[in-house]
Antibody, heavy 116, light 107 residues
Framework: QVQLVQSGAEVKKPGASVKVSCKAS????????MHWVRQAPGQGLEWMGI????????SYAQKFQGRVTMTRDTSTSTVYMELSSLRSEDTAVYYC?????????WGQGTLVTVSS | EIVMTQSPATLSVSPGERATLSCRAS??????LAWYQQKPGQAPRLLIY???TRATGIPARFSGSGSGTEFTLTISSLQSEDFAVYYC?????????FGQGTKVEIK
């Protein structure tokens, strides 16, 4: 069965970087795009960007341009999202979600807390 | 960036009643529109894609309609498990945006 398993919760200081992983299984990794979406406490869903695991091409939301990097490792069927220059407003649950069009499977979420 | 606007922000409905949720796009997204249900502490669950196609395993009481800029999610007879937050999302090209959500609460 399709599974997206994300790395565990992180606590970071302002100005630091965080790298969240999302390991895919149960389907052909390179056949689906992977998106990253975040949700701040009590807030709505915010799209961060997309990676094509087949060629590695990416597209990022304008808000995160210059601060986010999405990569993949086809040997382990894992995608990564790295966010730099963290600030308190980046405290959120970060989700990966696979999609051809609309995302049908989501990871369990990774809580990233930014606090001094 | 395409802006998605959902209404109302909160909808109070009695079990067994019909719920109608709206979503408007700032420009045409054709039928590239999805609806999600999210419960506290859980990831979003895909309900509808392509504006009107139910995802696998989604009950028939959920239906979607619309195209272009105006979309509707209808829950024909609310069950206890349907009280949650619902989001619309456009997935045009390689850029997504979400609506701010509609909370469906028990009246």
């Amino acid at each position: 069965q399709v599974q997206l398993v994300q790395s565990g919760a992180e606590v970071k200081k302002p100005g630091a970087s965080v790298k969240v992983s999302c390991k895919a299984s149960g389907y052909t990794f390179t056949s689906y795009y992977m998106h990253w979406v975040r949700q701040a406490p009590g807030q709505g869903l915010e799209w961060m960007g997309i990676i094509n695991p087949s060629g590695g091409s990416t597209s990022y939301a304008q808000k995160f341009q210059g601060r986010v990097t999405m990569t993949r490792d086809t040997s382990t069927s894992t995608v990564y999202m790295e966010l730099s220059s963290l600030r308190s407003e980046d405290t959120a649950v970060y989700y990966c979600a696979r999609a051809l069009t609309a995302p049908d499977y989501w990871g369990q979420g990774t809580l990233v807390t930014v606090s001094s | 960036e395409i802006v998605m606007t959902q209404s109302p922000a909160t909808l109070s409905v009695s079990p067994g009643e019909r719920a109608t949720l709206s979503c408007r796009a700032s420009q045409s997204v054709s039928s590239n529109l999805a609806w999600y249900q999210q419960k506290p502490g859980q990831a979003p669950r895909l309900l509808i894609y392509g504006a009107s196609t139910r995802a696998t395993g989604i009950p028939a009481r959920f239906s979607g309609s619309g195209s272009g800029t105006e979309f509707t999610l209808t829950i024909s007879s609310l069950q206890s498990e349907d009280f949650a937050v619902y989001y619309c999302q456009q997935y045009n090209n390689w850029s997504w945006t979400f609506g701010q959500g509609t909370k469906v609460e028990i009246k």
